[in-house]
């Protein structure tokens, strides 16, 4: 992270606190139709990026697995084990805390009409269809993002392209596989 480094760092632990918080009532509401679990990672796919800050976040906290691991096989996302859990699931990153909620955000539709959309992971499907949920029982995609999107023109101007994860375990130009 450029300068104000420290301050960055604050913000970003800050908001991933208030993630949570936020999270927390819908995971609670959801905990009955929620399969997601330790070695689920129906989501976990590979070509996930994240926000430059949360890749400093990532590289900060997991530098050792970074140095000497290698990302997990092709087609799941790099920071999955062999049996399918996350290495970095108390860090993770935005993307995937997410996941596995009901979900909705707001598209431009034909001629310019806000078209609301709504998904689940196909693994919680089970339960009142994510269509016929209120809104305040999904989780809607926009503003933290636009809180992260701000936390990362703090630290860069809003100009770094995002980071794939699987980047993070380059080293010398090759990626490795982590082993089982």
Do not use: K
Not at 96 to 104: H, K, V
């Amino acid at each position: 992270m450029s300068g104000g480094g420290e301050e960055i760092r604050g913000r970003m632990e800050r908001f991933y606190r208030e993630l949570e918080e936020e999270l927390a009532p819908l995971r609670r509401r959801h905990a009955a139709r929620l399969r997601c679990g330790p070695g689920c990672a129906a989501c976990c796919v590979d070509g996930l990026t994240v926000f430059p800050v949360e890749a400093e976040m990532i590289r900060r906290r997991h530098a050792a697995l970074l140095e000497r691991g290698g990302p997990g096989p092709a087609g799941g996302c790099a920071f999955l084990d062999g049996r399918g859990r996350c290495r970095i699931y108390e860090n993770r990153p935005y993307v995937c805390r997410t996941q596995g909620l009901p979900l909705r955000w707001i598209e431009t539709g034909p001629e310019g009409v806000p078209v609301e959309m709504r998904d689940i992971c196909r693994l919680n499907e089970e339960g009142p269809p994510v269509e016929s949920l209120d809104a305040d029982a999904c989780w809607t995609l926009g503003p933290f993002e636009g809180t992260l999107a701000g936390i990362q023109a703090a630290a860069d101007g809003g100009e770094s392209p995002r980071v794939p994860l699987r980047s993070l375990f380059r080293r010398n130009g090759e990626e490795r596989v982590a082993p089982e």
